[in-house]
T-cell receptor, first 111, second 112 residues
Framework: LAKTTQPISMDSYEGQEVNITCSHN???????ITWYQQFPSQGPRFIIQ???TKVTNEVASLFIPADRKSSTLSLPRVSLSDTAVYYC????????????FGKGTRLHILP | EAGVVQSPRYKIIEKKQPVAFWCNPI?????LYWYRQNLGQGPELLIR????????DSQLPKDRFSAERLKGVDSTLKIQPAELGDSAVYLC??????????FGEGSWLTVV
């Protein structure tokens, strides 16, 4: 099970691009990298998932270097509503991995 | 498509009382999870089901917690008797043959 390390908190301003980096030095060959977003009083919500290189969807981009020992979630032009906790997870559910959540990164967007 | 449905949304009980939470996973999802989330922490896995079988219950406090998924669809998580330290959010989630877990809104438990 790969352990992840990410910043405890980050502040940014509306309209800025926010990059949250996660370290996972012990990632296994079959592990995927998944990011979740959690608002207060709600369950975690899937944002994006990748295995290598770059993945982009309508919400975010995920950058994964060749060694896969880290990943960066990029949120373009954030708004106040992006204030949430963001979790980086590593594992392979299809191999029955136990997906372990850390404390996540508390992102606070300022006006 | 409906997401993971949980009830009740909020529950306040006195210590030593029982409480039960219900979960209906996304249709077709064979894997069901119960997580517990304490304030300021990430979710912690309590139990994972593959259809009706509990394949990982190593983190479930079995002296007071129990769970069931009788027909491989809905699931119930029970606490009896509840303690003050059980106050938390209980999250149900499901997945199906992918590396994506989908969570419900959670059931907020306050034990007083």
């Amino acid at each position: 099970l790969a352990k992840t390390t990410q910043p405890i908190s980050m502040d940014s301003y509306e309209g800025q691009e926010v990059n949250i980096t996660c370290s996972h030095n012990n990632i296994a060959t079959n592990d995927y990298i998944t990011w979740y977003q959690q608002f207060p009083s709600q369950g975690p919500r899937f944002i994006i998932q990748g295995y290598k290189t770059k993945v982009t969807n309508e919400v975010a981009s995920l950058f994964i270097p060749a060694d896969r020992k880290s990943s960066t979630l990029s949120l373009p032009r954030v708004s106040l509503s992006d204030t949430a906790v963001y979790y980086c997870l590593v594992g392979d559910i299809k191999r029955d991995d136990k997906i372990i959540f850390g404390k996540g990164t508390r992102l606070h967007i300022l006006p | 498509e409906a997401g993971v449905v949980q009830s009740p949304r909020y529950k306040i009980i006195e210590k030593k009382q029982p409480v039960a939470f219900w979960c209906n996973p996304i249709s077709g999802h064979n894997t069901l999870y119960w997580y517990r989330q304490n304030l300021g922490q990430g979710p912690e896995l309590l139990i994972r089901y593959e259809n009706e079988e509990a394949v990982d219950d190593s983190q479930l406090p079995k002296d007071r917690f129990s769970a069931e998924r009788l027909k491989g669809v809905d699931s119930t998580l029970k606490i009896q008797p509840a303690e003050l330290g059980d106050s938390a959010v209980y999250l149900c989630a499901s997945s199906q043959a992918t590396n994506t877990i989908y969570f419900g809104e959670g059931s907020w438990l306050t034990v007083v």
